[in-house]
């Protein structure tokens, strides 16, 4: 096997060795842990690059091997992998950076960052998953690897709300389970490949082929929190920052979102999917997930939950872009997968930074942090204004693109659920942005920590900033060659004409 | 190679929207407030320095960007860039302590807004530039934290997302329609497109809360009065024309003719204009008033847009009095609005000249003879002029752009006798007072060397009123005048008894 | 070459046994350490030598069936011995460091081990039913011993209980072996099997059969039959537990799939099936909702067992008059099912067993906080979890793959739902482990740190079984056609 051949499985590798190392590490081993972790993360972000290089010039590299009698394990890089393996790889580069300054001072850190790393390596693994078996594989791993990152606390809540993921998750893990070895006994070991499966598919598999794509649609709607399979993430909240963060950006909800676009593109095809009638309920299901998310974060007093409903209604806005049939909003989808990872993770780095410095945790308690913790306000606040699709950061390409593809699709209705969305998305960032810059503290801040020159701990305050500039920059610059709209176009391309 | 207009221009944009980084410094921070009225300055060379024509591909932005400048846009640049100078001027002077450095910050963020939605053709940086100006704006809006301004801005916002979204609907469906993402290719795609009415309505909703539209104004009197004296300014001289900039822009005007919708505007500037006048004259704030003013303006402003797209062959024409109109409305309603921020003086002769000063540029909106008013307004009849116009409601214009002067001057009248009340007798700080003299100097002086003469816009006939077409001029501004002796005299009566 | 390793192989543990016999607790083990290695290079070799020539057929003291005894070497048999050698020399490595040496009666555990793991490759091995009946009494006599030597009262009482339950099965296995031999004159299973395929099948046959498989059944645990198991597993010390769970269990199922395999076909019926196949799905369903309801740790991977051991009995239905390659893949799941069982099982008693041994206290909820202590052994008890969870890409998940394709394929779907709750009903029992030891207590409790070597080995055992299911294609490869004598000489 060459080189390229086993790029992907070396991508897969550094974070799971930097778990195992992380394990054996003693807790009081902080710099080399830290060091580990940060080299492990660059590492990772190198290779990637390279393949980003590679995919982009039309390399291949794929590697397999049987796994199971009649099931391949399979990894293999394509544009649409690659697109997620570099969000995990950017954003967990940063988020480590974050939680290492979180986390500062706290027990059982050994614990969390070994475990942070096997989240991190099964969302590569889900990147570079080869078949919907492998897909699965670590689909499941990162389940696994995420309890103890909810539960990380140890207090009753954390314990409750990891017990609550994990019904949800598991259930759900069950399902899809039950609908990929289905689809296996209807058609053998399917690969992911471009264009899909099905698209001669015959009449009389058409039923079950309806009925698996409902199982593996609510398999992955789980962690990708549709409604009216959302009610872990709200609870997750109780998680540390960083973990939040990692969950509704790049990891849990986002593996959701991806495995459901790989369905409806490499295993199904978005033709045959479209002939079987399962794009247009979906999408609807999609649209009313929007809506439902904001409307219940219009009502919440605690920073995160909001988020989390926030992030309900986000994923969804993948989902309907894959539900689009056409190239414009399928690519709005896809580009979402980016955009709402960057704006999210920012919003997260933002909430943790007022809970650690200021010991805020309820939206009451924000008045006027603006002047005392400007550069992570104005973070949260390029965060909030990216999220509602104000122009040019990447909420608005997303919406711009969604909105041309479902013109193009004759799905004019979705402009409606778009607008509507955004007001919502409105009525609850924009209060709070309000009470960021323009109302005066109300006496002390719950619980105010110093550190320094700065207004926080320089391992928080840098990576929320970052993200925030690359929400501006990614909306800016969307034209730009490797930007994630050319990148998500570049799919496209390569998922319609086949 | 880059031509100098590009340069120019991208640092016109460039200037303000990087100014805020001053705030990051304490030094920075401090100096911040002198440096305001350096900003608009290149905004000033371009739109008067460069010829019209030039274009700027910005091919990584957005969704592909192109800047350019016709002779449309150079006047709302031009108008932008003087209104916001002399603000700066003035804002120097008038600025407190309080929260300067955020002031600062979403003065330089709203300026790099409205500079950029006038040079911007292509759909996804004008739409940018609009929501940069709009959400910014509302940083100037409650600046002042009374619980008045936080209404006024919770009102401002809510009214400018419900647009800003219906302007997103609307590009959407437009640009959908033409497939194209320039606005230059929208309007005749939109006359053609099958959904040719949502998107007209949706745009001019979606512009018309930044124009005051009636019933789309609310938060005009309501924020106008709160803001800062050089905000109000901006916003009622500037930022009210970029929605006028919108529908311009987007609109199928010259395209196909649309009767109903020009009825509909029609009747809509007419409420506007009369409605405002009525609501105006009853208000005791004198800002208040001369937001009233703002909307009876634009109403007449609107008259003329509906008539543009009643009739389809009168647009060009039509085009170029509603851009002569809004660059006269801007400077002076500009200075109207600094001069209520200003101190007289001691000495009866210099009180009475600082009277006259914050007279003269209401006089002009009214139509005094020999200002920038006279002009207009002469422009605005000849172009709603009966003969050439055809469609129904056409015979009602004449009418309708008389009372719309005495609604002007009966406003002015009111905002200075408010004003009256209000004025403080103490020193002007010196920028501020020359911020002021400054836009009044602007309005009616500088206004007549303005590069008219070019082509496509004023051209024939001569503008200048001849001696007969005076007393078209004065007789309303004679009626406003005997109406207001009225209710001042019934007014003494009635506290009398 | 073929002759010494079987001989090592046979003997070996028998010899121990002996010698284990005449020594002390300490001394004993240092003689077993030895013995260990012994075995497993043994079964390697063994292994080896089969993977690449192919099974045989070897007649012990060069004396073939019917009148000497004639063992079966085929991949599947060398497969069980070199899992037993694994999790036997663990258990017994283990049990060198964690069992007291002082207590007098702790000098019996060798021998005990010895026989029984003698006992193990008998039964792997055999092909005739007594000789089958031989190593099965050997282990549970063995396995009695070594529940009784807990030492408790409530030891003794457990391994009466289990003794009782053994005898019972021997029992009625025995009198199923006689009626076979009556009716059919050889005690050899492929002499049966060959000799229905001649002659018609005469009436009453079925009944021995029946008969043979409930005694197993009830040897091995299966619902309803299962009362005895979780005590004498939950009271034994924790290599103990570890061994009875992971492998003597397995023995008795292991007759009966063969029996079931050769002679089901003609003998068995359809309802039979199902209705074991049923009974494997109950106790897969009460078994794991006991788990969660159970207030001791081992108790808790005792009931677990009861669980796992239900899905073992899906063989009989997914194997009865369906095709030739749903048959295979149920065959290959079962044996995956058998081996990460036993691997996995064997790492969490062994775990757990630390984990006890660090708070000093058997109870679930004394747990708390011990993640911060023990992290290595909690993270040992998950892996093996997730195996028991037969989540990927663990040798469970395998098993449950096969198994759910052949499910499918037969058109049973209703053993596709009992493999699903199954599934998360062991989520379920383990993170409520989880749950308790991530609970930070507001008192820091004094915890006993284990010997690291303690602590190594339940990962070992785990991470085998996590791993094979990523290279489960090459076991069954070795154990090509399982259960069969295609590789006869």
Known sequence: MTLNAWLPVFALMTSLVAALVIFALPEKGYRLRTAVNLGAALVKLGLVV???????????????????????????????????????????????VYAVGYLEDSPNRSRFFGFFSLCVASTMGIALAGNLFTFFLFYEMLTLSTYPLVVHRGTEKALKAGRTYLIYTLTGGAVLLLAIAWLHGVEGDLPFREGGHFIDADADIHLSLILIFILLVAGLGVKAAVFPLHGWLPQAMVAPAPVSALLHAVAVVKAGAFGIVRVVYNIYGIEASSLLGVLEPLAWLAAFTMLYGSVRALSQVALKRLLAFSTVSQVSYIILGVCLFGPVGAAGGLVHLLHQGIMKITLFFCAGNYAETLGIHRIDDMDGAGRRMPGTSLAFTIGAFGMIGVPPLAGFITKWTLGSGALAANMDWVIAVLVLSSLLNAAYFLPIVHRLWFREPNGSWPRERRWGRLETNAWLFWPPLLTAVMTVVVGVLASLPFSPLSWAELIVLREYSP | MMCPESVLVLLAVCL???????????????????????????????????????QLELPWLLNGGLWAMDELRRLFLLLTAVLWTVAGIY???????????????????????????????????????????????????????????????????????????????????????????????????????????????????????????????????????????????????????????????????????????????????AVAAIGAAVLGVCQRIPKAVLAYSSISQMGLMVLMVGAAMADPGRAPVLFSVIALYALHHGLAKGSLFLSAGVSLPAGIMRRAAVWLLIALPGLSLAGLPFTSGALAKLAMKEGLSEDPLDFALAGYLSPLMTAGAVATLLLVLRYLWTLGGKLENRRNPPMLAAGWLASVGVSLVAFWWMPWEVEGLVKSPVWLPAPYQLWALVWPMLIAVALAGLTLLVARLVKQR | MTLWLMAGLLFTPLAWAVLTLLTDFARGRLVTWGGILVQVLVSLGLWLTVARDGGFYYGLGGWDAPLGIELRVDGLAVTFVLLTAVVASACGWHAGIYIDPDKPWHRYFWPLFWFLWSGLNAVWLGDDLFNLYVGLELISLSAVGLVALGGKASALRASLRYLLAALLGSLAYLLGVALMYGQFGTLSIAGIASWLTEHPVPAGSGLALALMIAGLALKTALFPLHQWLPPAHGIAKSPVSALLSALVVKASFYIAARLWLELGEPLGNLVSAQLVGLLGSAAVVWGSWLACRQLQLKQVVAYSSVAQIGYLFLLFPLTYSVSESVSLQAQQGITLQVISHALAKAAMFLAAGNLILSVGSSRVDALAGVSRFLPFSLFSFGLAGVSLMSLPPSGGFAAKWLLLQASLESGQWWWVLVLLVGGLLSAAYVFRIFRASFLESPESDQFYHPARSLEVIPMILALLALGLGLVSEQVLSVMALPFEVEGSP
């Open chain 2, 91 to 269: 804002a120097v002077g008038y600025l407190g302590d309080h929260h300067r450095r955020r002031f600062c910050v979403f003065w330089g963020l709203t300026l790099a807004g409205n500079l950029g939605l006038t040079v911007a053709v292509d759909v996804g940086s004008f739409y940018s530039f609009f929501a940069l100006m709009t959400f910014a704006g509302y940083g100037l809006v409650v600046h002042e934290g009374t619980d008045e301004a936080t209404y006024a801005g919770r009102v401002y916002l809510v009214m400018a997302v419900l647009g800003e979204m219906a302007i997103l609907a609307g590009l959407l469906l437009a640009s959908a329609a033409a497939d194209s993402q320039l606005l230059t290719d929208l309007p005749a795609a939109v006359a053609s497109a099958s959904q040719r009415d949502l998107i007209i309505a949706l745009l001019v909703a979606g512009f018309g809360v930044k124009a005051g539209l009636p019933l789309l104004h609310f938060w005009l009197p309501l924020a106008h009065p709160v803001a800062p004296t050089p905000a109000s300014a901006v916003l009622s001289g500037a930022m009210i024309k970029a929605g006028l900039l919108g529908w311009l822009v987007t609109l199928p005007f010259g395209e196909t003719a649309l009767p109903g919708w020009g009825a509909l505007m029609i009747v809509a500037g």
């Open chain 2, 16 to 54: 303000p929207l990087l100014y805020p980084a001053m705030a990051l410094r304490a030094e920075g921070a401090r100096a911040m407030r002198y440096v305001m009225p350096v900003l608009p300055l290149p905004a000033l060379m371009l739109a008067l320095g460069a010829e019209p024509g030039w």
């Open chain 1, 50 to 96: 390279v393949m980003v290089w590679g995919v982009f010039r039309g390399v291949d590299y794929g590697v397999s091997f049987t796994m199971v009698p009649g099931v391949a394990f399979a990894l293999k890089a394509d544009a649409l992998s690659m697109m997620f393996a570099t969000l995990s790889a950017v954003l967990w580069l940063l988020t480590t």
